[in-house]
């Protein structure tokens, strides 16, 4: 059954031509993490990771991420990573599926403050993002991937 978890996941990479991480699941440690990277693939997005259940659950995001309120961004979930991922940064070689350039853009922890099949609320504790932020499931776009990424107004 854990294995299932990352299946997609381990399916589309071959480790021996990749320095991505083949992971298992687990959890990072006391505090859950949470991980943006940029990805300079085809075309540059960004990769939302969020730690739930012992795997990183992930959004690729195509612009940069909001920092401020009132900036929305388009989120298509991916397969889940394995926890390791959250510190890989490198280049995946060529014919290799996301080949391009990771890196780190922003990482911290985070308190899960709603998290539901169609409604993630987070408290976001890094350097860039800082404070509350929401995943929608989007009814937009035809795809059951799409979700809506915004930071929350203070209240």
Do not use: C
Request: without cysteine; hydrophobic residues 35%.
């Amino acid at each position: 059954m854990y294995f299932m978890v990352l299946e997609g996941y381990k399916r589309k990479r071959k480790f021996e031509k990749t320095k991505e991480p083949e992971g298992e699941i687990k959890k990072s440690g006391k505090k859950l993490i949470f991980v943006i990277q940029k990805h300079q693939a085809k075309k540059l997005h960004y990769d939302l990771r969020l730690e739930h259940e012992g795997v990183l659950k992930s959004w690729a995001v195509p612009k940069e991420p909001p920092i401020k309120e009132g900036e929305k961004r388009l989120a298509v979930a991916v397969e889940d990573h394995p926890i390791d991922y959250a510190k890989f940064e490198g280049t995946i070689p060529e014919a290799q599926y996301g080949a391009g350039t990771v890196e780190i853009w922003d990482k911290g922890t985070y308190e899960p403050v709603k998290w539901k099949d169609e409604e993630i609320i987070v408290d976001v504790h890094g350097k860039k993002l800082k404070g509350l932020y929401v995943l929608i499931k989007a009814k937009f776009g035809g795809s059951k991937n799409n979700w809506l990424f915004f930071k929350k107004k203070s209240e």
